[in-house]
């Protein structure tokens, strides 16, 4: 696979995860609307800061995980275990968006503190349950494709790089839209862009565990 089939992988396989509705983004959405863009780019600081440690000790784990067992082994579970995470995911985002669930979530914060959005970027990604899981699931498995192909640290960097970006994009773009006063996620706009970015889910999710399945 080169650098930029890769490379869209990652950007797919995160993309749902990047986009949809949860505690980071219904904090940035409260925190944005006073500060701004400035304030969506101080929570995704907040962010990498647990996410980069996180890829590193995981990446650090598979190299030494892999010396001390079959290579196939490890590959088929990884892939078995993403495939199914992602397909389990897509359908729970799926089911909501069909159902056309309402209602915003009221968060209190000190929405004046310039500090807060970095703080509050690291906490709520550190103590977010399906944040831990989806690395250590389907996001495990473009870590490892990317050792593969790449190297240890030079994979770490491939990976990160792809996946990055989007949370600074979304979390930015979502500060500054909600600070002009414009709802993103009620858009009609945003259910569509959210079924189309969970069907390319779907398709790495049965590819990774067909992948699994026929490592030999």
Request: hydrophobic share 50%.
């Amino acid at each position: 696979m080169d650098l930029l089939g890769f490379g869209a992988q990652v950007v797919f396989t995160s993309a749902s995860g990047v986009i949809s509705p949860g505690p980071l983004f219904f904090a940035n959405l409260v925190y944005g609307s006073k500060q701004g863009i400035y304030s969506g780019i101080k929570m995704a600081h907040g962010h990498t800061i647990v996410e980069l440690p996180l890829i590193i000790i995981l990446a650090s784990g598979l190299i030494t995980f892999s010396s001390i067992t079959t290579t196939n082994l490890v590959s088929k579970l990884i892939s078995l275990s993403g495939g199914i995470v992602i397909l389990v995911f897509s359908a729970v985002q799926i089911e909501a968006l069909l159902k056309k669930k309402k209602g915003e979530k009221k968060i209190y914060f000190n929405t004046h503190n310039k500090k807060d959005p970095l703080i509050i970027g690291s906490i709520l990604s550190a103590l977010n349950p399906f944040f831990i899981l989806w690395w250590l699931t389907a996001g495990l498995k473009l870590i490892s494709d990317s050792l593969e192909l790449y190297g240890f640290a030079m994979g770490i960097v491939v990976v990160f790089s792809f996946h990055i970006w989007m949370d600074y994009s979304w979390l930015a773009v979502t500060a500054h839209l909600i600070s002009r006063g414009t709802l993103i996620f009620r858009s009609k706009y945003y259910p569509i862009l959210l079924l189309a970015l969970n069907a390319a889910l779907i398709y790495y999710g049965i590819y990774f565990i067909v992948t699994g399945l026929i490592v030999t």
